[in-house]
């Protein structure tokens, strides 16, 4: 088969393992709610739909670099993926995510803020806000423009941070499960971590439900780090608690008034 046949069907398949990831993951996340929390997305039919188009089309986006740099892998043995467990001292694997999580956080950060100047936040980053509240289907809605500037990250790392392959499916599993709980319009995790000392670190539901309500806040993703340094860091959501050791959360009602449109950064 040729090279460019072989590119492209490897695009192909990288999409399509995008996109089933995604269903999967933010349709598990959904069903969750709709058997936890009956009637939240209530009314919500229309906004699901578009996020789920926008998510389709962001995977086909992932897709493409994602699928060059694995075709590049393994006919050619491009980027620093290993798969010999031994080829690094096993405390590097717990670094290697580690950094890999840091560095996409810092990326996501800077980007984020960029967005929500006036020009690109009408241009692009206005499709992920138009979900008023946001669902555990909005994880991927990014306009394209949106979507190239996630879909480059990963696909740049690994040429640059040795990871092992297993360390590497551990990093895309947490990008995919902080990405669709951040947006469920609920805190699934319970009060102890959230206002513990791990929470003033972490972003779960809570944080980043405030940069939906203010726009001009909370611009992380994993971690709460850039935006204590930057000034950005407004808190949580007053609009849901955390729930309580062994219970569940106080749930936003799905009728509370859309923030005001404040895309300056």
Request: proline content about 7%.
């Given at each position: ?47 699901i ?46 670094i ?5 999580l840091?560095?996409?956080?810092s ?115 994993y ?43």
């Amino acid at each position: 088969m040729q090279p460019a046949m072989l590119i492209l069907a490897s695009i192909l398949a990288m999409s399509g393992i995008i996109a089933v990831r995604y269903l999967l993951s933010s349709g598990g996340f959904a069903l969750a709610t709709r058997m936890t929390r009956p009637g939240h997305y209530a009314g919500l039919r229309r906004q699901i739909g578009a996020e789920i188009r926008w998510s389709l089309l962001s995977a086909l986006i992932f897709g493409l670099p994602a699928g060059i740099v694995a075709w590049g892998w393994q006919s050619h043995g491009w980027t620093l993926i290993y798969t010999d467990v031994d080829a690094y001292p096993l405390w590097y694997l717990p670094i290697s995510v580690l950094l890999y999580l840091a560095a996409h956080d810092s990326w996501f950060y800077w980007t984020h803020r960029l967005l929500h100047r006036p020009a690109w936040f009408r241009v692009a980053h206005a499709v992920h806000h138009a979900s008023r509240p946001p669902t555990a289907w909005a994880a991927m809605s990014f306009h394209p423009w949106e979507a190239v500037t996630g879909a480059v990250v990963i696909p740049f790392l690994v040429f640059v941070i040795p990871i092992h392959v297993a360390a590497l499916g551990v990093v895309l599993t947490v990008m995919t499960v902080m990405g669709v709980t951040n947006h469920m319009g609920w805190e699934m995790f319970p009060r102890w971590l959230v206002n513990g000392p791990a929470g003033r670190w972490l972003i779960t539901a809570s944080h980043h439900e405030k940069h939906h309500e203010q726009y001009r806040c909370n611009y992380g993703l994993y971690f709460r780090v850039w935006d204590r340094l930057c000034g950005t860091d407004r808190g949580l959501s007053p609009r849901f608690a955390p729930a309580p050791a062994g219970g569940s959360a106080t749930m936003p009602h799905n009728d509370d008034p859309a923030p005001a449109r404040d895309n300056a950064a």
